[in-house]
């Protein structure tokens, strides 16, 4: 009987060896099946998570060769359906881009997976940059020898969340006609892609920037922190940021996109035409993990939204609803 119970255990033991030895090698031979080439479209704020997310994407999935291909988020999206780029997934600064710009007819669905918030960043050279702070901020960018520059709102979300929150400032601090005078200041310092201004502030070209939080944090700038009613953080004052709002070009020429003030918010796409979908949706899944590219964004000042609402619930595939919610 003893010895029973013991050639028992002894084939248990070998049966679960065996059983995870397989398993291990199956998930190396998928991994080793997922190859090929890898592109992606992915606004500018996103160029320091995603190349540390590549890196350690790589690590799973050697023979997969990714090329992050930055720019303005809208930029990023022209490119797919005005000018026929090749891409594999497309990643917003404002998920309403992909929602506007690709789906239907070249992307599906949408996945929400980070958030940031504007602020005002500059340099310790920057002019009366000991004396900026939450409650001047806005007089300080108006003087005639301060220059400071944001991203183009037909090319870049940051430069459209620049607007909004100068239209935000306007209303909480009772200064009317501010809006005004800021957008009509310092037009030769507008960029595509809000990251293309660091170099002119590291030059002190100019000496501050409509920048996201997240990018002052990941190039080690100074920022000013805005309040909450101006700065587009926080989920709570949804309905208060959507009494601004801007409008930027649409899809066909002369058409113009409304955009409501909301809380800042990316988005994730797989494009219909993809031409590496096995990669593709590898990589997706790597990114939206908690423990793996959600945890990359949020040490990089991108917070997780994940799991998120979204209206595109029924298109999401099977093995990406477990970051989503209707």
């Not at 979300?157 to 239209?167: D, I, N």
Request: net charge positive; glycine share 4%.
């Amino acid at each position: 009987m003893k010895k029973t119970k013991q050639l028992i255990s002894i084939l248990l033991v070998l049966t679960l060896s065996f059983s995870c030895n397989n398993t291990n090698k199956q998930k190396k031979q998928d991994d080793n099946t997922i190859s090929g080439k890898l592109i992606i479209f992915h606004a500018g704020s996103l160029s320091v998570p995603f190349k540390q997310i590549t890196e350690e994407f790589n690590k799973e999935y050697p023979n997969v060769k990714i090329i992050l291909e930055p720019a303005g988020s809208r930029k990023c999206a022209r490119k797919i359906t005005d000018l026929n780029r090749d891409c594999d997934i497309m990643a917003s600064a404002d998920y309403k881009v992909i929602d506007n710009l690709l789906i239907p007819d070249y992307a599906d669905w949408n996945i929400k997976f980070a958030s940031n918030e504007m602020s005002i960043v500059y340099n310790e050279k920057s002019h009366y940059a000991n004396e900026i702070n939450k409650n001047n901020w806005y007089n300080i960018l108006l003087k005639k020898d301060v220059a400071f520059g944001r991203s183009d709102p037909n090319s870049d979300p940051c430069g459209y969340r620049a607007v909004l929150t100068s239209k935000l400032a306007e209303k909480y601090y009772n200064q009317n006609g501010i809006v005004k005078k800021i957008l009509a200041k310092d037009l030769n310092y507008m960029r595509p892609k809000e990251v293309d201004l660091i170099s002119l502030l590291e030059a002190n070209a100019i000496d501050y920037i409509f920048l996201y939080r997240s990018v002052a944090e990941q190039h080690n700038l100074k920022f000013l922190i805005l309040p909450d009613s101006v700065n587009l953080k926080n989920p709570e004052l949804g309905e208060y940021y959507s009494t601004v709002s801007v409008e930027v070009n649409g899809k066909k020429p002369g058409e113009k996109i409304a955009h409501k003030g909301e809380p800042m918010v990316y988005g994730v796409t797989i494009l219909k035409n993809a031409k590496n979908k096995p990669a593709a949706e590898a990589f997706t899944k790597f990114l939206l993990s908690k423990n793996k590219g959600a945890k990359i964004m949020e040490q990089n000042g991108q917070p997780s939204v994940i799991p998120s609402n979204t209206i595109s619930y029924s298109k999401i595939p099977d093995k990406f609803k477990q970051f989503v919610k209707k």
